[in-house]
T-cell receptor, first 117, second 113 residues
Framework: GQQLNQSPQSMFIQEGEDVSMNCTSS?????WLWYKQDPGEGPVLLIA?????ELTSNGRLTAQFGITRKDSFLNISASIPSDVGIYFC?????????????????FGQGTILTVHP | EAQVTQNPRYLITVTGKKLTVTCSQN?????MSWYRQDPGLGLRQIYY???????DKGDVPEGYKVSRKEKRNFPLILESPSPNQTSLYFC????????????FGPGTRLTVL
């Protein structure tokens, strides 16, 4: 099946620093999604990207859909302690004629973020 | 309140003993999915459903079954659990319109001895 490579696997940063993580794929995706998972919880959607080249912000978070449709990155500016968690990218394949591929999502391995006060 | 509920939250069982993990959503979403989360592997999709009576395999469907008889419910069935199915399982539901919304349940931690 399709695979997503997410990097880095983990990051240890000081409060106030900026963070950058990315995902690359061996195949094209129609949609890129970024999630955050807090300890003991399910993932929560942060940002959704639908067009190649699209740049979208959500507060201190900025994500971009790569031009080739095979990559995406997420930036967090001025990190704070509550940014701690696991961040996942997820890609949705090209729609087929019946649209059934809309339900299929492939996730990256996750980036574990630790923020030191 | 929009939510996805899963039961049970924790389960310890033995090899070969059939079990069902229930999932229910109250948002009238068309799409529902099951994932398993293992360290270093992220979330891997087991099965997904596009609507009632319509399901399809994800990336790791072996050893699992699902059904979608009602729009709100999407149970995950392990007919004969094995130790390699010890994992953290998440159910999720997703609407069919933009902007994208996908809600995850709180997770079910399954241990198969």
């Amino acid at each position: 099946g399709q695979q997503l490579n997410q990097s880095p696997q983990s990051m240890f940063i000081q409060e106030g620093e900026d963070v950058s993580m990315n995902c690359t794929s061996s195949s094209i995706f129609n949609t890129w999604l970024w999630y955050k998972q807090d300890p003991g919880e399910g993932p929560v959607l942060l940002i959704a990207l639908y067009k190649a080249g699209e740049l979208t912000s959500n507060g201190r978070l900025t994500a971009q859909f790569g031009i080739t449709r095979k990559d995406s990155f997420l930036n967090i500016s001025a990190s704070i302690p509550s940014d701690v968690g696991i961040y996942f990218c997820a890609g949705q394949p090209i729609f087929n004629a019946g649209g059934t591929s809309y339900g299929k999502l492939t996730f990256g391995q996750g980036t574990i973020l630790t923020v030191h006060p | 309140e929009a939510q996805v509920t899963q039961n049970p939250r924790y389960l310890i069982t033995v090899t070969g003993k059939k079990l069902t993990v229930t999932c229910s959503q109250n948002m009238n979403h068309e799409y529902m999915s099951w994932y398993r989360q293992d360290p270093g592997l992220g979330l891997r999709q087991i099965y997904y459903s596009m609507n009632v009576e319509v399901t399809d395999k994800g990336d790791v469907p072996e050893g699992y079954k699902v059904s979608r008889k009602e729009k709100r419910n999407f149970p995950l069935i392990l007919e004969s659990p094995s130790p390699n199915q010890t994992s953290l399982y998440f159910c999720a539901s997703r609407g069919s319109r933009l902007p994208d919304t996908q809600y995850f349940g709180p997770g079910t931690r399954l241990t198969v001895l």
